[in-house]
């Protein structure tokens, strides 16, 4: 008595000579998920680098006194709450974690010193919007999604205002 046995592997052949042979299909899928990976690590990275800034910024209202700086950190304050909604929002609808950022940057030791801890401050701000603006850059290059396409196009000028802000300080 023969019994032939039929099992279905969802879209994959099996091949003596070759092992699994996976459909267009399945090439297709694993090449989405890579995608979508990319996408999320962008995501992510902005958001942390968004959260580094308002971290930093709640530092600097704590221990900085010129008045200058305090109006640019207020000014910077706002609109990194704004890109954060604007994040927390696509997050959710894209179902994107967003993780925590814990600043180490202790600006409490500079206080004796205005112009270093100005100069500092400054110069780590500017390096961290750069940072945002190039993941967002890439997530734009990377992404066939519409709605991240748009949110990056929404955040680049608001970063850029800020960098023009900072060198006016500078």
Known sequence: MLVIIMISLGSCDFDENK???YSLNDMIESDNVALNVKEAELFSDVAKTNLKILAI???IMETNRELRIILLV???EESHREIENLLNKTAKDKLI???S???NIMYQNMI???VVFKEVYLEKVS???EEEISFLRDLETVTNDTDLKIMAVKIIPM???NLDQIETLK
């Open 19 to 21: 092992g699994f042979i």
């Open 57 to 59: 910024n709640k530092d």
């Open 74 to 76: 207020r000014d910077l």
């Open 97 to 99: 974690l967003i993780p």
């Open 101 to 103: 950022v814990k600043n």
């Open 112 to 114: 004796g010193n205005d």
């Open 127 to 129: 390096l961290l919007i």
């Open 159 to 161: 970063l850029k205002s």
